[in-house]
T-cell receptor
Framework: DQQVKQNSPSLSVQEGRISILNCDYT??????FLWYKKYPAEGPTFLIS?????DKNEDGRFTVFLNKSAKHLSLHIVPSQPGDSAVYFC???????????FGDGTTLTVKP | DTGVSQDPRHKITKRGQNVTFRCDPI?????LYWYRQTLGQGPEFLTY????????KSRLLSDRFSAERPKGSFSTLEIQRTEQGDSAMYLC????????????FGNGTRLTVT
């Protein structure tokens, strides 16, 4: 039973346009959500996070939106740049839990 | 801050052999995690430590797997009697000592069991 799902394995966008990556979860105990970016031959790196008490968090070109009732979050990248091409992982953790549960990732390709 | 360091980067072993991986976390991070990743999937939690105490271990983790963090600094992950299904990328991560602190990952150890 996969508790964090990223249903789009890949996404291709044009440079300068918006990239929207989606993530769904099933565990109602999840209260903190994170996005990581991964380049080939490297480990994932933290990008942005959001607590369940918020519905939006913004950091430069990156914005994460959380819809608790739908158990859905999304990552918006505006404007998209070729250097954003990577695999993006959604992760979630429960209240007072140390570990995070990851989705299977979405490969983003930004075309020049 | 030199980041999380993992050694070796690659390991090829024959089925039935034992292997050990090492992870050196960021020095001021008290928490250390082990994850496993296979092709096309996200990192799967294996276990984590707070200082030298192993606080959680995945119930999916076979008894052939054991992890230690003897002095609360570096950690080792040992796999005994390796099987072909153990072939994966083994990722180590560290974080500050509060829940939801973002993970800082190393570049992983890729294990191939032939």
């Amino acid at each position: 039973d996969q508790q964090v799902k990223q249903n789009s394995p890949s996404l291709s966008v044009q440079e300068g346009r918006i990239s929207i990556l989606n993530c769904d979860y099933t565990n109602s105990m999840f209260d903190y959500f994170l996005w990581y970016k991964k380049y080939p031959a490297e480990g994932p790196t933290f990008l942005i996070s959001i607590s369940s008490i918020k519905d939006k968090n913004e950091d430069g070109r990156f914005t994460v939106f959380l819809n608790k009732s739908a158990k859905h979050l999304s990552l918006h990248i505006v404007p998209s740049q070729p250097g954003d091409s990577a695999v993006y992982f959604c992760a979630a953790s429960e209240i007072n839990a140390g570990k995070s549960t990851f989705g299977d990732g979405t490969t983003l390709t930004v075309k020049p | 801050d030199t980041g999380v360091s993992q050694d070796p980067r690659h390991k090829i072993t024959k089925r039935g052999q034992n292997v050990t991986f090492r992870c050196d976390p960021i020095s001021e991070h008290n928490r250390l995690y082990w994850y496993r990743q296979t092709l096309g999937q996200g990192p799967e939690f294996l276990t984590y430590f707070q200082n030298e105490a192993q606080l959680e271990k995945s119930r999916l983790l076979s008894d052939r797997f054991s992890a230690e963090r003897p002095k609360g600094s570096f950690s080792t992950l040992e796999i005994q009697r390796t099987e072909q299904g153990d072939s994966a990328m083994y990722l180590c991560a560290s974080s500050l000592d509060w829940n939801n602190s973002p993970l800082h990952f190393g570049n992983g150890t890729r294990l191939t069991v032939t």
